[in-house]
């Protein structure tokens, strides 16, 4: 019983640093200013992140690799989707 308290306290807390490393919060808000308060209305969103060749995107579960910042750019624009950068 003490070890599934301190298990959640632990889940807790780490859901609290990953919302504040990726800054969730900020993302909550823009869809709030901008009337998106439904999953359905939200855009959708790719993750984006430096490589040792390029860039890489995960959009939908699936890793999508582009040489160049550009082509990142053409991609999001073509498969209509909001870029999140991280690590750049």
């Not at 807790?12 to 823009?30: F, M, N, P, T, Y």
Request: net charge negative; charged share 25%; aromatic share 10%.
């Amino acid at each position: 019983m003490e070890q599934e308290m301190k298990l959640t306290r632990e889940l807790s807390g780490l859901r609290d640093r990953l919302g504040k490393a990726l800054r969730l919060d900020g993302i909550e808000q823009v869809f709030a200013r901008k009337g998106l308060a439904h999953a359905e209305d939200a855009p959708q969103w790719a993750i984006v992140y430096r490589t040792a060749n390029g860039f890489c995107c995960v959009y939908r579960g699936q890793a999508v690799e582009l040489p160049e910042m550009l082509d990142v750019q053409i991609w999001a624009e073509e498969m209509d989707v909001q870029t999140w950068f991280i690590g750049l």
